[in-house]
C-alpha cells in the first residue's frame, strides 16, 4: 500500500523556521495537502495544493514540493504552532492516504 | 458557517457494526466530497472512505471489505457502516467536507476545509 513518510518530531525556538517533509512515491503527480491538529481538536487545513493557504491562515504557513518531497515551512514559528502536522496525498487509485504525522515543539 | 456534527454510540461490541451519522448545517450539500476519518488513541489519521452528492464512493482499500458509506440528502446528512469491528477499530471518529474544482477536464481537489469535532468510539464487549 502506498505510504507517506514524514519525521516523527521537528523542534525549533520560537522566531525560526520549521520545515516538515513529506515523502511520497506519487507526489510528483499528486498535490499534498497539509493538516494542523492540536491536542484534543479536529485537524485544520494549512496548505492545500502543494502551495495553496486557505484564507484565515498565517502567511508564516507555507508550502512547497520538489520530486517525491512536499515541504510544510513555517516561519517565524510561534509557541501557538507547537501541534502535530500531517500531509495527505492521493495514491495511483484515487484513494486518500495520510502521513504519520509530525509532532512540532516550539523549544 | 457550515459545520458538522458526527453522532452514534460511543459504544460497540466485537463483531457488531459500528454505524455513525455526519449532520451538515449551515451550506450546501452538494458539490463536495464528504469523508470519514479516524484517530486510534495516540496514533495518527486513517482516511476510511468519502462519498460525493450523487452517491459515488471511494474508500480505503485496506477497510473496503467491511464499510459502506451513504447519503441522504434530504436530511443533509451522510452515514458510516463498519462491520465486524474488532478493539483496533476503537478510535476518535471524523467527518469532514472536501472540495474539489475541474481544470482542463480534471478534477483537483482542494482538500478537507471542514471538520466535524469528532466523536469517540470504543470497540468492547
Known amino acids: 500500500s502506498y505510504e507517506l513518510t514524514q519525521p516523527p518530531s521537528v523542534s525549533v525556538s520560537p522566531g525560526q523556521t520549521a520545515r516538515i517533509t513529506c515523502s511520497g512515491d506519487a507526489l510528483p503527480k499528486q498535490f499534498a495537502y497539509w493538516y494542523q491538529q492540536k491536542p484534543g481538536q479536529a485537524p485544520v487545513l494549512v496548505i492545500y495544493k502543494d502551495t495553496e493557504r486557505p484564507s484565515g491562515i498565517p502567511e508564516r504557513f507555507s508550502g512547497s514540493s520538489s520530486g517525491t518531497t512536499g515541504t510544510l515551512t513555517i516561519s517565524g514559528v510561534q509557541a501557538e504552532d507547537e501541534a502535530d502536522y500531517y500531509c495527505q496525498s492521493a495514491d495511483s487509485s484515487g484513494a486518500w492516504v495520510f502521513g504519520g504525522g509530525a509532532k512540532l515543539t516550539v523549544l | ?125
Request: a neutral charge; aromatic letters at 10%.
Open chain 2, 1 to 125: 458557517q457550515v459545520q458538522l456534527q458526527e453522532s452514534g454510540p460511543g459504544l460497540v461490541k466485537p463483531s457488531e457494526t459500528l454505524s455513525l451519522t455526519c449532520a451538515v448545517y449551515g451550506g450546501s450539500f452538494s458539490g463536495y466530497y464528504w469523508s470519514w476519518i479516524r484517530q486510534p488513541p495516540g496514533k495518527g489519521l486513517e482516511w476510511i472512505g468519502e462519498i460525493n452528492h450523487s452517491g459515488s464512493t471511494n474508500y480505503n482499500p485496506s477497510l473496503e471489505s467491511r464499510v459502506t458509506i451513504s447519503v441522504d440528502t434530504s436530511k443533509n446528512q451522510f452515514s458510516l457502516k463498519l462491520r465486524s469491528v474488532t478493539a483496533a477499530d476503537t478510535a476518535v471518529y471524523y467527518c469532514a467536507r472536501g472540495s474539489a474544482t475541474l481544470v482542463r477536464g480534471l478534477i483537483v481537489h482542494n482538500g478537507m476545509d471542514v471538520w466535524g469535532q469528532g466523536t469517540t468510539v470504543t470497540v468492547s464487549s
